[in-house]
């Protein structure tokens, strides 16, 4: 046998031999730390515990680039508890100077100048980081995660997208499975089927689920407006239409703001949500507007078509990073102060079409003003 092959086996066997002890000796590891807290393995990613009579499951899901590393504690009923908690930020600390957030305090600096609490329940904070053992742990985690968050009938920490090898390396895993299953035991929790102490939707998580609902709805309608406008009455005018449509959707749209700020004043997460529905509502308004006016423009219009004689000027090919290409031509305005209309043509026309080749464009005078093209025909010369 070849001595290149031989020796190339032997380090090929000799690295699986050290990732495998490695990986026995860090499961062995974790299964003694976690039997500290009465906790067994379930199987790779999954332990089970006993807490407060129930058995607990604690899930660790890695994570990669593209999806956040998280570490859950799921019981079969639910917590008594909803709330988020988290390193505090500048944009934390603004809303509150600012009067936007108002955050539970527990009058202690050093936990209150560190920690920011999406919590509207200030006797469940006050008895759940009563002890210095449940402090210490949310450190812990916190140093590890972004964030800790309670909610129905899980308890999790979890890690934004990120390069794993900075975050879960192996031995911090069973550190912070003991660690979130001591903080998830301050917490308690109702059997499953059994109604919990406290409600786990207030009304300001329903405000909160209503406004990003008719954000979305707004955004979705206002996408759908657009499309349907540019596809079936294509103006020329566009730049005339958005004008026009910002006169009666700006006004719309900051009182739906004012209104969602005037719900939401004065709550720990009141910030979050009115950025989030200036994100859908602004974006969604604008669109819909426009939309709604270049369909209502050519919806209602009842004027004849006008056949207008015109010249290609140019034409390029559009690439795309998904998808096909496409091929764009452009024709010469075809009246005074009109500038140049560019639209796309399959490419057997595209392949034989030259600068100076005669088009007509069909046009209408629009309900509202606003000349829209229902045609479009460009002639090879050759």
């Known amino acids: 046998m070849c001595p290149f092959v031989v020796i190339n086996f032997l380090i090929i066997a000799l690295v699986l031999v050290l990732t495998a002890s490695y990986f026995l000796r860090w499961r062995s590891s974790v299964d003694e730390r976690l039997a500290l807290v009465g906790g067994q393995r379930k199987d790779l990613y999954r332990w089970t515990f006993s807490s407060q009579g129930q058995e607990v499951e604690v899930f660790h899901h890695p994570g990669s680039r593209n999806r956040p590393s998280e570490l859950r504690l799921s019981v079969s009923g639910d917590f008594w508890a909803n709330c988020v908690i988290r390193k505090e930020s500048v944009g934390d600390r603004w809303a509150q100077e600012a009067g936007i957030n108002r955050e539970i ?41 972004d964030y800790l968050e309670i909610q129905g009938s899980r308890c999790s920490v979890v890690k934004k997208p990120c390069d794993i090898r900075t975050v879960d390396e192996s031995q911090y895993i069973s550190d912070v499975a003991v660690t979130l299953v001591t903080v998830a035991r301050a917490v308690p929790f ?16 329903r405000s909160q689920d209503f406004f990003s609902g008719l954000g979305g709805a707004l955004l979705m309608l206002g996408v759908a407006l657009l499309i349907w406008g540019r596809v079936q009455y294509e103006s020329v005018d566009i730049g005339r239409i958005f004008q026009t449509s910002l006169w009666f959707s700006l006004p719309i749209a900051v009182g739906l703001l004012l209104y969602v700020v005037h719900e939401t004043w004065g709550h720990s997460t009141s ?10 509502v602004l974006p969604g308004m604008g669109m819909g507007a426009s939309g709604a006016v270049e369909v209502s423009n050519g919806l209602l219009d009842a004027s004849q078509r006008q056949e207008l004689n015109t010249r290609l000027v140019d034409k390029r090919v559009v690439h795309h990073n998904k998808g096909s290409d496409t091929y764009q031509v452009t024709v010469a305005g075809w009246e005074t102060g009109r500038g140049d209309y560019s639209f796309s043509v399959p490419y057997s026309l595209y392949s034989q079409l030259s600068p100076g080749d005669n088009c007509v464009i069909g046009t209408h005078r629009g309900a509202f003003g606003f000349e829209w093209v229902d045609e479009r025909n460009c002639v090879p010369s050759r």
Do not use: H
């Open 105 to 145: 305090r527990l009058g202690d600096a050093t936990i209150d100048n560190d920690f920011y609490f999406e919590c509207e329940d200030q006797d469940f904070l006050n008895t759940f980081l009563s002890g210095e053992e449940i402090r210490s742990a949310l450190r812990n985690l916190l140093s590890w995660y």
């Open 190 to 205: 109702s059997a499953k089927g059994e109604q919990s102490a406290t409600p786990l939707t207030d009304e300001l998580k």
């Open 271 to 280: 910030l979050r949500i009115v950025m989030l529905a200036a994100m859908l």
